[in-house]
């Protein structure tokens, strides 16, 4: 079976954004608690202490047909990161591509792998192909690779099915049991995955009620082009060649600014990158059509990390000492939470981590029952290719990922 390629599509292949999506788009304290602390220089990975979740070492002898659709964007490269680094059982790499990029080599750990011009039929033949392309391909081509017994299992990284009834939109820690029987799976918006990370265990000790969140969202929210012109733009006022930067990719200027305008004003006057955190904290919580989330998302100049904070109001009165011991205890977490010694969640320190950090944990005092935290976590990471790897791992564990000869 050959099915189309829709038109214009593979040119989004290269980067997970467009540029009109990214800005149309897009003293001292008695009790402290810091689980595990170190500095990474940025954009460099340091050896993953644990995994944020496991599989079985019975299905990690399968070695499976791994499909990566632009891998070639900064999250394409951090999904194939992310299988090398996890040990995903890969058997044969495949990397697909537009033409631009069809016939390049890409050194990984699998070995050198050519770029293949993309095709649904050759999607096809893979056990799990990782979308990391923008919506327009998605829509047009995810369906089409997993139709069928014989097709692949798809984990889409746009925000293409996030909405669809009957597709799961996952963070494995929270609902990986909905990917059980499923071969399209929805990748969440990186904004609600980092910020769900410390708010689920929180919501099943307390039960959530209501919840409000400022983001500082990274220049890599919006793929590389948004990270070269931050760089970029720095570098051109910093030298006296312009006063203020250019822009392109984001709405205003991003170096020595904050804009709080990322993605499309609605209606109701929030960004749909606000909407996002509403809708998607409903659908994989589990909690209902109307429930209360309220986003204000705002883009700062830096470069792969964002940061959330976060008041959340519970059903029952909180006990902060009790949300810290969950907060350790839970996986993909990092408390960081040690003021006496200026120890709190930072891009800095979140860049390259796989598990999100969690920090300045305290009582709400304008609200009854409410939680005040801030959360940073790699943008590019939890928020896109190691959420999407995990959401692999746990299919393979449940049986919903299985290899063919
Ligand atoms: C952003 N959340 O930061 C978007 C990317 N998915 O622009």
Known sequence: MRLPIAAGALVA??????????FTASPSLSSSFTSRRSYVPRNVHRSQPRRASTISSLQMSADLKVGVVGATGAVGKEIVGCLEKRSFPVGNLRIFGSERSAGKEVETKFGAVTVELFSE???RECDVVFLAVDGDFSLAHAENICAGDDGAVVIDNSSAFRFTDGIPLVVPEINAETTKGK???ANPNCTTAIGLMAV?????LFGLKKMVMSTY???????????DELVD???????GERDVAENKIFAHPLPFNVIPHIDKFQENGYTKEEMKVTWETRKICGLGDDFPVSCTAVRIPTSRAHSESIVALFDKPVDVAAARKTLEEAPGVKLVDNPDK????????????YDIEVGRLRENIAFDNALEFF??????LRGAALNAVIVAEAMLDNGALVGSS
């Open 375 to 380: 959360v940073c976590g790699d943008q590019l």
């Open 233 to 239: 733009g720095t570098k051109a006022v910093l030298s």
């Open 217 to 227: 969202q990274a220049a890599s929210g919006a793929g590389q082009p948004g990270m």
């Open 13 to 22: 292949i290269a980067t997970s954004l467009s540029p009109t999506q990214a």
């Open 200 to 204: 689920w265990p929180l919501h099943k």
């Open 342 to 353: 200026l120890e709190y969640p930072m891009p800095l320190t979140a860049t390259g981590q």
């Open 121 to 123: 039929d050759s999607a």
């Open 183 to 185: 071969k399209l799976i």
